[in-house]
């Protein structure tokens, strides 16, 4: 009868209303975990480079570059779905001492070529400082 058909649409609607909220959440999460597993990879990267060199890697310039791909750290992001971009900095202008900064982009919606960091990772005398923006 359509009094049962109207109870039958208000609990999906009920559901869905409930439901669809979980499932955004879980997407968000897959997607930082894609950033962590990049910064991870960075990490990991300039640590091999600093047990080899005894200093962390930098660019000529001694400021972050930006790129999807570091030939020399071997770490790459161009396979990634989310996060494409990233830059590593070690030094410069901004930190002195043995201290490793990197970070994790994504590309903005309807804007175009622009990127923000949306994670970083700070790594300071042995210790792995993590936070999301």
Same mark, same amino acid.
């Given at each position: 009868?359509l009094? /049962?058909?109207?109870?039958v649409?208000?609990?999906?609607?009920i559901?869905? $209303?409930?439901?669809?909220?979980?499932?955004?959440?879980?997407?968000?999460?897959?997607?930082?975990?894609?950033?962590?597993?990049? +910064?991870? @990879?960075?990490?990991?990267? !300039? #640590?091999a480079y600093?047990s /080899?060199?005894?200093?962390f890697? #930098?660019?000529?310039?001694?400021?972050s570059?930006?790129?999807?791909?570091?030939p020399? +750290?071997?770490?790459? $992001?161009?396979? &990634?779905?989310?996060?494409?971009?990233?830059?590593?900095?070690?030094?410069?202008?901004?930190?002195?001492?043995?201290?490793? +900064?990197?970070s994790?982009?994504?590309?903005?919606?309807?804007?175009?070529?622009?990127?923000? @960091?949306?994670? !970083?990772? +700070?790594?300071? &005398?042995?210790?792995?400082? !993590? /936070?999301? &923006?």
């Amino acid at each position: 009868t359509l009094v /049962e058909l109207v109870i039958v649409i208000a609990i999906v609607i009920i559901l869905s $209303a409930i439901s669809v909220p979980i499932y955004r959440g879980y997407v968000d999460k897959a997607k930082m975990s894609e950033g962590y597993a990049l +910064l991870g @990879a960075i990490l990991s990267a !300039q #640590k091999a480079y600093y047990s /080899e060199y005894g200093t962390f890697f #930098k660019y000529s310039d001694g400021y972050s570059h930006e790129t999807c791909y570091d030939p020399v +750290l071997n770490v790459d $992001a161009r396979g &990634n779905k989310y996060f494409t971009w990233f830059y590593a900095c070690h030094g410069g202008a901004y930190y002195s001492g043995d201290i490793f +900064l990197a970070s994790a982009y994504k590309p903005v919606p309807r804007i175009g070529d622009t990127r923000y @960091a949306v994670l !970083q990772v +700070l790594y300071r &005398n042995g210790v792995t400082y !993590q /936070e999301a &923006n």
